[in-house]
């Protein structure tokens, strides 16, 4: 790979990292961008995963280093997730190239409407859900990132704030449960020949520090901050579901 291309893995790493942590997408910046630099869908998929994973690390310590720790209240959804995400990633990665490009378009399409609905202040369904309602949310959500990832930043904060989390806790879990998630999906790909590992470390670099910058954003600006990049999140996913770019 050309220091160009290096230089672009971590600058969209970082880019990435930032938007994943405030809001969640960002790997619809990062895959691309893989793909765009020659990997096929599958391996651009599995490779994009080592640097979410050390982007919710980072932005966990970030989080927890300024008070606003997602850890414990991240525990009683880790479960569902955990499974859901190993499930999700060994079906996906049974797929070739082409049969992920046409699962992420129709994964794309199907988060188009709840993401559309946006994301409300404090939520009350959450307090009405069942533990069965709850436990499949979550491995839903599970299901979802450990397949295809993207966008699942933004199910969680739907899912949080309807819980009643106000959007700044709600990122700090969020940042706890994608980082778990990944770690469990990782290894599913790693053991498919899924990684490369050269790519993937240049833009673990920008992943990692964009989920420092993204946590200490959070904190500083609140609710204020997080919004604006919540609805450029939402309408930059929607044109991508859409084609529009």
Known sequence: MS????ILLVGTGLVAGV?????????LLSVPLLVFL?????????????????????ATWQFRADGVSG????????VPVALGSLVGATAVAQLDARAFERV???AMLVLLIPTLRGVRRSGVAGSSWSPLLRWS?????????????????????MALSRSG???????????????????????VFVAAGQVMWLPAGFLTLGFACGGVAGARIA??????????????????LAGRMLGLY
């Not at 938007?19 to 790997?27: D, E, F, M, R």
């Not at 904190?219 to 930059?236: F, K, N, S, T, Y």
């Open 219 to 236: 904190v500083l600006g609140g609710e204020r901050v997080i919004r604006p990049v919540l609805g450029l999140a939402v309408v930059g």
């Open 38 to 58: 020659g990997l096929p869908g599958d391996l651009a998929n599995g490779t994009n995963r080592i640097g979410v994973a050390m982007q919710g690390i980072s």
């Open 165 to 187: 989390y106000d959007l700044v806790r709600a990122n700090s879990i969020k940042v706890v449960v994608v980082a778990s998630l990944t770690l469990v999906a990782v290894p």
């Open 104 to 106: 992420f378009g129709i």
């Open 19 to 27: 938007i994943n942590t405030l809001a969640g997408g960002g790997s």
């Open 3 to 6: 220091l160009l291309e290096l």
């Open 137 to 157: 949310v979550f491995f839903g959500i599970g299901f979802y990132g450990g397949a295809i990832q993207a966008g699942v930043g933004l199910l969680l904060v």
């Open 71 to 78: 850890v414990r209240a991240a525990i009683p959804v880790l």
